[in-house]
């Protein structure tokens, strides 16, 4: 047993940046939150199958209108010892915020996601997106750093998305109402988010968190539904 660490990293061209991420063990059922198709974002999933036996795959995407159709992503056939990217935005386009369930019959499989990103014609990073907890009425994001909101509002003053974002999606078919709390160094912070915050089901949801001031945090959600959350930085 052991532990291993793969990165990513260019100097130039459109995916300029540096990247890494922990290598999973493989495994029959993968969730990934917060992904992005939006003008300028790139999200490409990869599957690899490193077992001796082939390996069925399905994929379901879920945006902030609801399931997205991805009839020709199911029962792709990963043969023993084979790898594909899928591009997520020839299947859904132009979206802020995509939750992706990979499950896998047969063979397990590994998948993670390259997120890449374009600020006009100026490449603004590139990232390997790592897998979401099981969907669970309470889910803990810990060691999210927040940009001083100086630095926040000069990042979003032509594009408004660049700011700090908590993701959740409902994994069921009845939505889910959820709460947000933020724990610091000291204790729960002072935040003040809608009460009634609710994802439609099978949907997601965004909720900025440009309000809290430079630093590190815990994002606590807590649902009546299952859900998975992620927070983009």
């Not at 591009?87 to 590994?110: F, H």
């Amino acid at each position: 047993k052991g532990s291993a660490l793969r990165s990513y990293q260019a100097k130039d061209g459109d995916l300029a940046g540096l990247a890494a991420a922990t290598c999973q063990a493989p495994a029959s059922s993968w969730r990934f939150t917060g992904l992005q198709t939006s003008t300028g974002s790139t999200s490409v999933m990869h599957l690899a199958n490193p077992t001796h036996t082939t390996a069925q795959v399905s994929l379901r995407l879920r945006g902030p209108d609801g399931l997205i159709d991805t009839s020709t992503l199911q029962n792709i056939v990963l043969a023993a010892g084979e790898s594909r990217a899928i591009v997520l935005g020839g299947y859904a386009q132009d979206l802020n915020s995509i939750s992706a369930e990979v499950t896998s019959l047969g063979g397990k499989i590994t998948a993670s996601v390259q997120q890449a990103a374009l600020r006009g014609l100026t490449p603004s990073g590139v990232e390997l997106v790592g897998a979401n907890a099981t969907a669970s009425n309470s889910q803990v994001i810990p060691g999210v750093w927040i940009e001083s909101k100086e630095n926040v509002s000069k990042l979003s003053k032509d594009d408004k998305s660049l700011v700090p974002q908590l993701h959740v999606s409902a994994t069921g078919s009845s939505g889910a109402g959820f709460k947000v709390k933020v724990l610091g160094a000291d204790g729960e912070v002072a935040a003040s988010f809608d009460e009634n915050l609710a994802v439609d089901s099978d949907a997601t949801k965004v909720v900025n968190l440009n309000q809290l001031a430079g630093g590190y945090y815990t994002v606590v959600v807590e649902s009546d539904a299952p859900v998975t959350a992620a927070v983009k930085m």
